[in-house]
């Protein structure tokens, strides 16, 4: 039994579409930086530092 071409139907398209890319491209999100060793030291709180003190001296 033999076949002839026109039985086969065959689209004029594939059948696996063909993703449109972005017209924009999307920022990608920046990965999240090693976490220290050493805990956050805020010295501020401490006592103040001299960079605000001659500040506020200067200000007088």
Known sequence: ???????????????????VPDPRPRPHPLPDPPPDDDPIKLSHQERRSARIRACRLSAL
């Open 1 to 19: 039994m033999a076949l002839s071409l026109q039985s086969i139907p065959i689209g004029p398209e594939p059948n696996d579409p063909v993703p």
